[in-house]
């Protein structure tokens, strides 16, 4: 078990319709990355924050947002939801440091699924 | 355009041989690259990585090989055992700490 937890575990919603995912990364890490893995495929980067700013994005539109708060917990918003977002969502937490191979952890990840 | 691909969508393996998973890259500007096991249900669990200065790294029954001039690397496990049988990703880390996944390979170790 990693220590990083997120909620809710399962989520159904609309098209058109927004959705905010939750993460609480593992003690001590500053980090959180969000990726998206659509079924049968790898994790797809979205964006990471570190100290509550994004420092880094991958090939998502701007609909995609996020938060981090000063406990490191975080959030992932997706507003105007279309049916290619079905996905699970997971989080991955680090603690930032100079030096190789700092180690991302991840979260159980969230189902959503837009009808 | 997939920069870190899988090629071998799925393995089956006998208990107590060894498993090889396979992974090709296009960028030379990664400079690690890691492996992740996912159970169902569950979030890619670390199993291990390699500086892309070095060409092995071994942790046990795991070892990852990187070969650079092919731009590929390999993941052994000897000897597999059946609690082995998961889906694997390899990653590859650029600037920033951006992993960018494979599209995984599941493999099967057969009692």
């Known amino acids: 078990e990693t220590g990083v937890t997120q909620s809710p575990t399962h989520l159904i919603k609309t098209r058109g319709q927004q959705v905010t995912l939750r993460c609480s990364s593992q003690?001590?890490?500053?980090?959180v990355s969000w990726y998206q893995q659509a079924l049968g495929q790898g994790p797809q980067f979205i964006f990471q924050?570190?100290?509550?700013?994004?420092?880094g994005r991958g090939n998502f539109p701007p609909r995609f947002s996020g938060l981090q708060f000063p406990n490191y917990s975080s959030e992932l918003n997706v507003n105007a939801l279309e049916l290619d977002d079905s996905a699970l969502y997971l989080c991955?937490?680090?603690?930032?440091?100079?030096?190789?191979?700092?180690?991302?952890?991840f979260g159980p990840g969230t189902r959503l699924t837009v009808l | 355009d997939q920069q870190v691909k899988q090629n071998s969508p799925s393995l089956s393996v006998q208990e107590g041989r060894i498993s090889i998973l396979n992974c090709d890259y296009t960028n030379s500007m990664f400079d690690y690259f890691l492996w992740y096991k996912k159970y169902p249900a569950e979030g890619p669990t670390f199993l291990i990585s390699i500086s892309s200065i070095k060409d092995k790294n071994e942790d046990g029954r795991f070892t990852v090989f990187l070969n650079k001039s092919a731009k590929h690397l390999s993941l052994h496990i000897v000897p597999s055992q059946p609690g082995d049988s998961a889906v694997y990703f390899c990653?590859?880390?650029?600037?920033?700490?951006?992993?960018?996944f494979g599209g995984g390979t599941r493999l099967m170790v057969k009692p």
């Open positions: 924050y570190y100290r509550e700013e994004e420092n």
């Open positions: 991955a937490s680090r603690h930032r440091l100079a030096g190789e191979g700092d180690t991302q952890y």
């Open positions: 003690s001590g890490h500053n980090t």
């Open positions: 990653a590859a880390r650029s600037a920033g700490n951006m992993l960018t």
